[in-house]
């Protein structure tokens, strides 16, 4: 005899949670909306993990930004993006995605540091990510006249699909220069 619960309906309940709510829930939100243990919905995130690793399964279970979230499978995304992502949302111009990455490798960064790498003015291209919570302001620098730091937001983890921003890509040692500063 099995001495583990099946957990089958406290699992169904987990997975009816995560596709109800538009936004990652960590493990301890989902504890305190489903009035089970920390325990049991974990139990419930690895079967679900399996559950989805299925070849004919079209979503996954995913960490991004510290929470769980059921999202399509990244080999589909790109054929369902263009009807189903967010159509507020238009595409970053390149100028606004070399502006991004060089945040996100070498936050928290000022803006005239982003021109320093950028060798441009950043002014619009901050704004635009600002707009759309790509990047924020995340403090001041401490050096004469304090200037604004800047750093990625939870909406960037989200958009690029990382837990944290630990999760970027690495650099080799000439893409790594591209991001250094000379202080």
């Not at 987990?14 to 960590?26: D, G, K, M, N, R």
């Not at 944290?164 to 000439?174: G, H, K, M, Q």
């Amino acid at each position: 005899m099995d001495t583990e619960p099946t957990l089958n309906k406290e699992t169904a309940l987990v997975e009816a949670i995560l596709f109800l709510e538009s936004e990652p829930q960590s493990q301890q939100n989902l504890a305190r909306i489903s009035d089970l243990s920390e325990d049991v919905v974990q139990i419930a995130l690895e079967r679900l993990r399996e559950k989805y690793v299925a070849e004919d399964s079209g979503i996954e279970l995913v960490q991004i930004s510290g929470g769980w979230s059921l999202t399509p499978k990244k080999d589909l995304w790109n054929f369902l993006k263009e009807r189903y992502g967010k159509k507020s949302e238009g595409k970053l111009s390149r100028a606004a995605m070399e502006t991004l990455a060089i945040i996100a490798y070498s936050q928290p960064i000022t803006r005239a540091e982003i021109e320093a790498l950028r060798g441009v003015s950043a002014d619009n291209m901050i704004r635009i990510l600002v707009e759309r919570n790509l990047i924020k302001e995340v403090g001041k620098k401490d050096v004469p006249g304090k200037p604004v730091q800047f750093g990625t937001t939870k909406d960037f983890l989200q958009l690029f699909r990382l837990n944290s921003i630990a999760d970027l890509p690495r650099l080799d040692e000439t893409e790594s220069e591209r991001f250094e500063l000379a202080r």
